[in-house]
């Protein structure tokens, strides 16, 4: 059967609107991501310089916000979306895992100020260049997901912050111990605690996000 130029035509401008308006998503996705990194690149600035650039908290807060913004931006897209490129759930799911990040990252830096920290412990240092490692790998992911049915390489950079993960718990660990040998029952052992347990959720949300990348490449591939 001969198709009419005319319909050929019709059929293929169809399509390329459909993936323009699914590339939306993408395109959002990485603009998350690069956010991501920006933070965790800010978050190690303030570590390694603490306390002189305590000044510098408030920075966190603006990147919070803006994490803030993206999430409502895809929400919103997603609800005025006919066709998106994998399921909704998946879609809502990874935009607050992502924001689940920025808010950690947020969180730990806010407390610095709370809990009158004066000088930093080498552990957190640690933990946020892992934060930053993982992040960047995310980021890597996230600039190719837009191909996630073809490219293998979208899995090797999500079980790379996987492995970050993995490594941050043996220094979550180990910075516990050393805190409780340091400071017995003192105040510290609370602030610290707290400060570090926040900064491993944050490690972890960036595995959801892995995760989460991962889920969907299983479900459409």
Not at 61 to 84: A, H, M, R
Not at 163 to 176: H, P
Request: overall charge negative; hydrophobic content about 40%; proline content about 2%.
């Amino acid at each position: 059967m001969c198709i009419p130029a005319g319909a050929l035509r019709k059929a293929y401008l169809h399509m390329s609107r459909v993936k323009r308006k699914e590339d939306v998503f993408f395109q959002l996705f990485q603009e998350f991501s690069a956010l991501t990194v920006s933070t965790a690149e800010l978050f190690l600035e303030i570590v390694e310089d603490y306390p002189n650039s305590i000044d510098r908290i408030p920075e966190v807060k603006e990147f919070e916000t803006k994490g803030d913004d993206q999430v409502t931006k895809i929400i919103s897209t997603l609800n005025s979306s006919f066709i998106t490129p994998f399921d909704r759930e998946d879609i809502s799911a990874l935009a607050l895992d992502m924001d689940n990040i920025v808010d950690g990252l947020e969180n730990v830096s806010a407390r610095f100020k709370l809990y009158d920290i004066d000088a930093m412990r080498p552990e957190a240092v640690e933990m946020a260049k892992l934060i930053l490692e993982a992040t960047r790998h995310l980021d890597s992911a996230l600039a190719k997901f837009s191909d996630f049915k073809k490219d293998a390489s979208i899995l090797k950079h999500t079980k790379a912050t996987n492995d970050v993960e993995d490594q941050g718990d043996l220094v979550y660990r180990d910075a516990l111990a050393t805190i409780f040998r340091e400071h017995g029952q003192t105040v510290d052992v609370i602030k610290w605690k707290s400060l570090m347990d926040k900064v491993e959720d944050t490690l972890d949300a960036c595995k959801d996000v892995a995760n989460a990348i991962q889920n969907v490449i299983v479900k459409n591939g």
